[in-house]
């Protein structure tokens, strides 16, 4: 006999596994310390999840821990042991000789353990009549059944107490997630990289192998699918398109609800078609649809509606099933990102909008001389690739691609017989000419929103050595923007065709700035647009017209 000689020795060892701090190893201890008690090949500790009713494997020892168990979890409702947790008994027999060899249950749980068996018991763990787990024991030699009911009474407790313990600590660890989360996501108010943070952090925060976001297409009413942590998703030449109502995603988005389906293969809403072209294997889903709140937008303008934009899907849960507060955290999660998505792309439509609105004001100032027209724009684009090739951070490049295709808006009030006259300028005229760097000053002057630009409109005719105007400004009373837009304007001119002359060659243009470097121009900056045009970042007007 291998039962502890004394009752000593018996309760002393029960106190020891119970002074186990860990949910895993008191789980292995106990489970050693039944199989020890009644000689068992082989057996396997399983936790209740009330949630979905099922019981999960938390540990297997023996024959069985040598062997790949076919599943991780078993219903309640359809198992040997569920059976004994149904019944409220603390311990049931099974005699597998006696039954019927075709029964579906006994041919499933050999298939589950992964041998054969002879004779099975299952010790119910309840704490104040609740079950919290179950031991199921095979092929064992003897049943001490007071010292297994002992050991059921006294580990039920403090198996509950340390599981309470760990889901305290991984509530708050996933509560702390998060709020990290939530606060990377509303540091930044670009539409796509929103997209990526939801999709890479709903990932991780429901530990899941891949989670994808689908957004409505307004037209036909389908869900696209947007971005997928499995890269694979995303990089298809065609994109991933559910028909409107299909799909487990589908249903979420028409409805409203959030949905858990613990196995797609069953469910009848799983939409087969995005795992056939993605090669993906889905075995189970949470979606939550991603709703906006009402956003007040100011100026008398009301409300946004409240409104579903897509939908988000945790795949393949890696540690058990999805489970209540799984919903909680991805329907928290989904509602706060939906609407920082919301508000960004709210901000690109109007930055888009403003951006737009600016290319229409500088085309028309251009196409008062017929000699100028998209002067403005590749002023732009040759300003914006000087700023990248320097290093300069995206928000003082934001600036500059405004500044420099607003930096000849002066010329708006020079009469259109000076700005297309084809003979030479009198003096007059031509101090009328140099007159609209602080002309367009003044104007952008009255809009607080571009003061930041301003530099662009004032400096950019302004030279190193001081010859320049309005002011006569010298060196660093130079601002960078108006150094940089001071390049980007005359290497456009000198490429571009005027009423007096041709345009020069590329090589001729590069040669006159090089000539001027440190006297008219920062040097710098005429390495940064030669190293631009070299990487094929810009294009003059002709290589415009010749594409």
Known sequence: ???????NAFLLDTNQIAETTEVFDLVEKTLAYCMKLVQASSGIFFLVDASSKQLVVQSNQGEASGLKLTRKNLDISDSFPGECLENKRVLTTFDFSALDAQNPRHLDMETFVGHSIRNAVSLSLLCQNRPVGVIQLYNY?????DLLEFVAGRMAPELDKLMYLLESRNTIRRLESLIGIMGGIGSTLDPTKILQLIIEDASNLLNVEASSLFLIDKESGDVTLQLSSNKEHTSMEHAVRVPAGKGVIGYVVQTGETVIVNDAKADIRHYTGVDSQVNFNTRSILAVPLKSHPINLGANRGSSLEQ??????????RDGLFDAFDIKLMQSFASQAATVFQIAQMYKEANDLFVDALKALTAAIDEKDPYTQGHSQRVSEFSVAIATELGLDAETIHHIRIGSMLHDIGKIWIPDRI????GKLTANQYQ???DHPATGEKIIGAVPMLKEESSAILEHHERLDGSGYPNGLKGDQISLMGRIVAVADAFD??????????????????????SEAGTHFDPMIIQAILKAYQKGYIFTEHERDRS
């Open 493 to 514: 001119a000198m490429t571009s065709d005027r009423q007096y002359r041709q345009a020069m060659s590329v090589e001729e243009a590069c040669q006159r700035l090089l």
């Open 141 to 145: 030699q003897q049943l001490p059944v």
């Open 432 to 434: 009328k000419m140099k």
């Open 1 to 7: 006999m291998v039962i502890p000689e004394s009752l």
């Open 308 to 317: 579903i934009i897509g939908g988000l899907e945790a795949i393949n849960k």
């Open 419 to 422: 700005l297309k006259k084809k």
